[in-house]
């Protein structure tokens, strides 16, 4: 092997998080991807229209052991700093809905304006390249880099983990950041897909699956967390954003409440009928709210004419279909799982600079750290955050 080459910094994965601290490290960093491609979940994120942050973005919208942890980076670089460099870039954005900011046209323009930034700031990229180990010693992290069969040892003061958490392996996730975090003393804690479908079995899912393709609002509530958003009933269970969001704060076993009536419409509009078309049937009248095949899958038995209904009739029918109770059996995995909740213990890591206490020099920013945001751009925000506040400490 030839002589190493020294850098200021070498980041490792050229995801959105080290995209962000290579454009804020300067010059002499180097980027490292096993992709060919930097950004590709960018690319492929928000339908391809990449939700690149929220309006809304606040410490309370994210999931950590230490839920303090992502303050500081989050208040220092904040989803106003982003939408500032995206219009310096002439992006043209707006908000979908819930504070969710998404480019007008394609998210590879994310890509570029960062590839544009790290450029700007003198940073080195290096696609298709594995790492094949790193070692530390007299100040200098080591990094042997292999590319076409041919390898090259690469040294720096810093060393930045960037190559995110376990979702999607078939996009290049792994756990290399988990590991070279463990190499050099620092905590991992356990990890498990966040914003995934949930998946169920037997008769339960039988009759999730029989609604298959049925979309409506509901509010699906887990572990105490509520969210009332799109619920959509697949051949394998639940999904749809209220229920990734819920998949979140899911622990197995646990049960999911689903109210598909989250604004209390059913009950008052049963009685309205009731008092003014009491020949009309109950079914006729929820049809006015909520799906058909919803309706025939969970009305039950039910008096033809809503006028025949006592009141704790019509309350019975309305719980149906607000206090429906569900045990996943699962959820989808990593395969399709958004994000990956855990990882890297904060415990270990500055907040302010992302950098390990025990080991000066070695930061760990984004997705592959304990710091998990809800559905909606929280999590290119956070990676946004962490990677700016790592690459300007560097
Ligand atoms: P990221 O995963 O972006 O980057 C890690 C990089 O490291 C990759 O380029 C990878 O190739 C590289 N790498 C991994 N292992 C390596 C190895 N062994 N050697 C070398 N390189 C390696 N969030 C959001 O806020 N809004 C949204 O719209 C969406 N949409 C969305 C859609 C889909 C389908 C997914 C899967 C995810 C989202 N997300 C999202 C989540 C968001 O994509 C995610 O949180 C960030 O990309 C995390 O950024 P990181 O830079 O930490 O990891």
């Given at each position: 092997m030839e002589a190493p080459r020294t850098y200021r910094a070498v980041v490792l994965g050229a995801g959105a998080a080290g995209m962000m601290c290579a454009a804020h490290a300067g010059p002499g960093t180097l980027v490292v991807d096993?992709?060919?491609?930097?950004g590709e979940k960018i690319r492929i994120s928000g339908g391809g229209r990449c939700n690149f942050t929220n309006l809304g973005c606040t410490p309370e919208r994210f999931l950590s052991a230490n839920p303090h942890f992502c303050k500081s980076a989050l208040s220092r670089y904040t989803q106003w700093d982003f939408i500032e460099l995206v219009d310096r870039h002439g992006i043209a954005w707006h908000e979908k809905t819930l504070g969710q900011l998404f480019c007008d046209g394609r998210a590879t323009a994310i890509v570029t304006m960062l590839r544009d930034e790290m450029a700007a700031a003198g940073a080195e990229l290096r696609l298709?390249?594995?790492?094949i180990g790193v070692d530390h010693a007299d100040g200098l992290f080591g990094v042997t880099l292999e590319r076409e069969g041919r390898r090259e040892r690469v040294e720096a003061p810093a060393l930045v983990l960037a190559t995110g958490g376990l979702s999607i392996p078939k996009m290049g996730a792994t756990g290399l950041a988990y590991r070279i975090a463990r190499q050099f003393g620092l905590g991992v804690g356990e990890t498990r897909p966040g914003l995934v479908p949930l998946t169920f079995t037997g008769a339960v899912l039988e009759g999730l699956a029989a609604l298959s393709g049925v979309a409506a609002p509901a509010r699906v509530t887990t572990n105490g967390a509520g969210f009332d958003e799109a619920l959509l009933f697949t051949h394998r269970g639940l999904s749809g954003p209220a229920v990734l969001q819920a998949s979140s704060y899911w622990h197995e076993g646990a049960e999911i409440t689903v109210d598909l009536d989250p604004e209390g419409r059913l009950l008052p509009a049963l009685r309205a009928a009731r008092a003014s078309a009491g020949r009309r049937a109950p079914a006729t009248i929820l049809s006015e709210h909520l799906p058909q095949r919803l309706i025939a899958a969970?009305?039950?038995?039910?008096?033809?004419?809503?006028?025949?209904?006592a009141d704790a009739a019509l309350e019975a029918l309305v719980a149906r279909f607000r206090d429906w109770r569900l045990t996943p059996a699962?959820?989808?995995?990593?395969?399709?799982?958004?994000v990956t909740l855990g990882?890297?213990?904060?415990?270990?890591?500055?907040?302010?600079?992302?950098?390990a206490r025990a080991c000066p020099g070695l930061y760990a920013i984004g997705e592959a750290v304990d710091v998990t945001g809800w559905l909606g751009g929280y999590n290119f925000q956070w990676a946004w955050s962490s990677g700016w506040a790592a690459g300007t400490a560097i």
């Open positions: 096993h992709a060919r491609a930097p298709s390249t594995e790492v969970r009305a039950g038995e039910v008096a033809a004419r809503v006028g025949d209904c699962g959820t989808e995995g990593y395969r399709t799982a958004e990882g890297i213990d904060t415990d270990g890591l500055s907040s302010k600079t992302m950098e």
